[in-house]
């Protein structure tokens, strides 16, 4: 089993950055995908990045161009580096892992997701 800790979230003006830290523990060495997704009320989650066991990293996302998912192996944490925020980025943003990979991180299917952290921008 793995846990997962978002933190970094919080409350910023249009045009301002966050960075956000998903913290893994457990069964680390198992885990294949990992990303961030956000969800606001009433709407599925939507896939924001993704980073498979290779280090390649996919932003098909809304935000592609102003972001940035770098991951700290030693500490087991991946960080979401957000840039230039506009009020349509306020969500609440996930971090999700799971073990299968071979058939690509670009999905929502995950099987660990953190408890989330909220993102306000106005």
């Known amino acids: 089993h793995v846990q997962l800790v978002e933190s970094g979230g919080g409350s910023v003006h249009t045009g301002g950055s966050l960075r956000l830290s998903c913290a893994a523990s457990?069964?680390?060495?198992?885990?294949?995908?990992m990303g961030w997704f956000r969800q606001v009320p009433g709407k599925d989650h939507e896939g924001v990045a993704t980073i498979d066991p290779n280090g390649a990293e996919d932003y098909a996302g809304p935000m592609s161009g102003r972001i940035t998912i770098p991951r700290e192996n030693a500490k087991n944490t991946l960080y979401l580096i957000m840039n230039s925020l506009k009020p349509e980025d306020t969500a609440m943003y996930y971090c999700?892992?799971?073990?299968?990979?071979?058939?690509?991180?670009?999905?929502?299917?995950?099987?660990?997701w953190g408890q989330g952290t909220q993102v306000t921008v106005s």
């Open positions: 999700a892992a799971d073990p299968n990979w071979r058939m690509g991180c670009r999905r929502n299917d995950y099987v660990y």
């Open positions: 457990g069964s680390t060495a198992s885990i294949g995908c």
